[in-house]
């Protein structure tokens, strides 16, 4: 695949990821710890993706 794909696929998961984890603080902070706990899977998977993809990425 081309270079570009990896790099804007990786910017757009790391905004993605951060977004998720934003909005798990805030779950946890209002109170919501069951929408918390599911966001923070999300978040774990969103992340172990970003991370297989540049792993992908630097070979």
């Given at each position: 695949?081309e270079?570009?794909?990896?790099v804007?696929t ?8 951060v977004?998720?984890a934003?909005?798990t ?5 209002l109170?919501y710890?069951i ?10 998977a969103s992340?172990?993706?970003?991370i297989a993809m540049?792993?992908k990425w630097?070979k």
């Open positions: 695949m270079k570009t794909y990896f804007v990786l910017i757009f998961g790391w905004f993605i990821s977004s998720l934003v909005f603080y805030y779950a946890f902070k109170g710890s929408i918390g706990v599911i966001i923070a899977l999300i978040f774990l992340a172990a993706m970003n540049f792993r630097k």
